[in-house]
């Protein structure tokens, strides 16, 4: 149920977050399945992103959304965003499109040797540490 989630039920489009996250979404289903999995791919160099080498494990689906015209696209799945981050006021904000445990988590995902990497710096630059 994030962002528009399973029948648009998740609705984040209607709340406070719509304008605090760095992304646009859906009003109605935003899921995207792939049961063949799907490999992110680094889009844009980034302080979070330091050290990911080797490529990334696959997911097996996620959110679809757009990202704002301020924001930075680090993570792209096809041509969609798979992880965008901005700044909000005076902070930083961040959307990840997928899951960090099982469902579109895959197993690999979980444990990838750079799996507590990414969300320590993922937490880090939120917090600006």
Known sequence: ???AGFEGR??????????ALPVVMSH?????EEPEGVN??????????????????YFLGYNRFKAKPASDVLL????DPFLVVGQHGKGRVAAFASDC??????PEFMAW??????????AGWLAES
Do not use: C
């Open 40 to 57: 992110p791919v680094i889009a844009k160099d980034h302080p979070i992103l330091k050290n990911m080498t080797g490529g990334w494990p």
């Open 113 to 122: 040797k750079h799996y507590a990497p990414f969300w320590a710096q993922l």
């Open 1 to 3: 149920m994030s962002f």
């Open 28 to 32: 109605h289903d935003d899921r995207i």
């Open 101 to 106: 445990s099982p469902h579109w988590g895959s």
């Open 10 to 19: 998740g609705r984040y489009e209607a709340t406070p977050l719509a304008d």
């Open 76 to 79: 792209k799945a096809g041509d």
